[in-house]
Nanobody, 116 residues
Framework: VQLQASGGGLVQAGGSLRLSCEAS????????MNWYRQAPGSQRELVAL???????EYALAVKGRFTISRDNAKNMATLQMNSLKPEDTAVYYC???????????WGQGTLVTVSS
């Protein structure tokens, strides 16, 4: 299974970006599709997750600004990021993790830079 993340870029504070993650190959449900981010000098942190059944969870720092969605049939997840702040600057990683079966796949990361 390969995960391809896209949509990163440079945006001014207050702007929006939409990240996409497409998984190739068979990914048995149930699972959680997740977005993590890692800023320079910081640990990787969970930004948002969405399970096969639609349960979502967000980091406190992004709640109300970011929205995760997924298309189970296409094994795709998106992260709509609004009202971006300079502190959102990071490399964003797509991840899919099995809930019943043990697997944990990562994408290559996409850089988001928010200028002030």
């Amino acid at each position: 299974v390969q995960l391809q993340a896209s949509g990163g870029g440079l945006v001014q504070a207050g702007g929006s970006l939409r990240l996409s993650c497409e998984a190739s190959g068979s990914i048995p449900p149930p699972n959680s599709m997740n977005w993590y981010r890692q800023a320079p000098g910081s640990q990787r942190e969970l930004v948002a997750l969405m399970t096969t059944t639609g349960f979502t969870e967000y980091a406190l720092a992004v709640k109300g600004r970011f929205t995760i969605s997924r298309d189970n049939a296409k094994n795709m997840a998106t992260l709509q990021m609004n009202s971006l702040k300079p502190e959102d600057t990071a490399v964003y990683y797509c991840n899919v993790r099995g809930i019943r079966f043990h697997y944990d796949f990562w994408g290559q990361g996409t850089l988001v830079t928010v200028s002030s």
